[in-house]
């Protein structure tokens, strides 16, 4: 979900963390996986090198990096609350991330339920939304970007699993929405079928709510083989919208790779 957006105003970049998942099918990251998160590691660097501001949504390994400090060192930090509507791993997580960037960053503010200004782009958070269905996992911010578009980035709201999370990608009626996605490959450890059914009715929602003209859905839905036919199911309810993964819309190969690790371990992926 890394992401950097650059405005007339300012130049952004949200969530600058990358992972790999430690587990798939019992088996660890292939090292086409390992090569790759270094690659994007570097990435994100040259990208965060020329950005004023670095957000964090939330605390997951995945989305902030707390073994890169170059990746804070004076820009201005807007961060979810490190110690309100937050589990504990994360507030354990959020105190040591603290205690790094306080020194280096040039300034380091809470985002929920804020609003700032940068000339005239606007980033204005939710109040915090959680991060899929109960408070286990924690919660996120949602941040909207605003110039002469409108884009929002939902960061890990799972679906939009949870209501609230749909009700403001709709309130805020963006025209560029960043989705990660619902977690269809965690079915029958984690979620119900019902949960998948619920989270695909809120994103019809949003697609036939909303203005919005790019629905660039990836992250936790493109961890499953099949992610194509939901996303050629959200293509079929607006033709006005274009419905997309990161790659897709960025005009690159779709390469994905934790759904694919049975694959790469047969050497499939290295004919």
Same mark, same amino acid.
Not at 153 to 166: F, I, K, M, R
Not at 174 to 183: A, E, F, S, V
């Given at each position: 979900?890394?992401?950097?957006?650059?405005?007339?105003?300012?130049?952004?970049?949200?969530?600058?963390?990358?992972?790999?998942?430690?587990?798939?099918?019992?088996?660890?990251?292939?090292?086409?996986?390992?090569?790759?998160?270094?690659?994007?590691?570097?990435?994100?660097?040259?990208?965060?090198?020329?950005?004023?501001?670095?957000?964090?949504?939330?605390?997951?390994?995945?989305?902030?990096?707390? +073994?890169?400090?170059? *990746?804070?060192?004076?820009? /201005? @930090?807007?961060?979810?609350?490190?110690? %309100?509507?937050?589990?504990?791993?994360?507030?354990?997580?959020?105190?040591?991330?603290?205690?790094?960037?306080?020194?280096?960053?040039?300034?380091?503010?809470?985002?929920?339920?804020?609003?700032?200004?940068?000339?005239?782009?606007?980033?204005?958070?939710?109040?915090?939304?959680?991060?899929?269905?109960?408070?286990?996992?924690?919660?996120?911010?949602?941040?909207?970007?605003? +110039?002469?578009?409108? *884009?929002?980035?939902?960061? /890990? @709201?799972?679906?939009?699993?949870?209501? %609230?999370?749909?009700?403001?990608?709709?309130?805020?009626?963006?025209?560029?929405?960043?989705?990660?996605?619902?977690?269809?490959?965690?079915?029958?450890?984690?979620?119900?079928?019902?949960?998948?059914?619920?989270?695909?009715?809120?994103?019809?929602?949003?697609?036939?709510?909303?203005?919005?003209?790019?629905?660039?859905?990836?992250?936790?839905?493109?961890?499953?083989?099949?992610?194509?036919?939901?996303?050629?199911?959200?293509?079929? @309810?607006?033709?006005?919208?274009?419905?997309?993964?990161?790659?897709?819309?960025?005009?690159?190969?779709?390469?994905?790779?934790?759904?694919?690790?049975?694959?790469?371990?047969?050497?499939?992926?290295?004919?």
């Amino acid at each position: 979900m890394a992401t950097y957006v650059e405005t007339r105003d300012v130049r952004i970049f949200l969530d600058p963390g990358v992972s790999v998942s430690p587990d798939r099918y019992s088996m660890p990251p292939h090292t086409i996986e390992l090569d790759r998160r270094r690659e994007m590691l570097e990435a994100i660097k040259e990208w965060v090198n020329v950005s004023d501001v670095v957000i964090i949504t939330h605390y997951h390994y995945d989305h902030h990096n707390p +073994d890169e400090i170059c *990746l804070y060192r004076g820009k /201005d @930090v807007i961060l979810k609350h490190p110690r %309100e509507n937050i589990n504990q791993s994360q507030k354990q997580r959020a105190a040591s991330l603290l205690g790094l960037i306080e020194p280096c960053a040039s300034s380091v503010r809470t985002a929920d339920a804020q609003e700032f200004e940068f000339g005239n782009t606007r980033v204005a958070f939710s109040s915090p939304l959680l991060h899929g269905t109960s408070p286990s996992l924690g919660f996120v911010v949602g941040v909207l970007i605003e +110039d002469d578009q409108k *884009l929002l980035y939902t960061s /890990d @709201v799972q679906g939009p699993l949870n209501q %609230e999370s749909a009700d403001f990608i709709v309130t805020q009626q963006p025209d560029i929405i960043i989705l990660d996605g619902p977690p269809t490959y965690l079915v029958g450890s984690h979620y119900k079928k019902s949960d998948i059914v619920h989270a695909m009715e809120n994103i019809r929602k949003i697609i036939s709510s909303t203005t919005a003209k790019t629905l660039i859905i990836d992250h936790h839905l493109l961890r499953d083989l099949h992610w194509q036919d939901y996303v050629t199911e959200l293509r079929g @309810v607006k033709e006005t919208i274009k419905v997309c993964s990161a790659a897709e819309y960025l005009g690159k190969k779709v390469d994905i790779f934790e759904a694919r690790r049975k694959e790469l371990y047969g050497g499939q992926a290295c004919e």
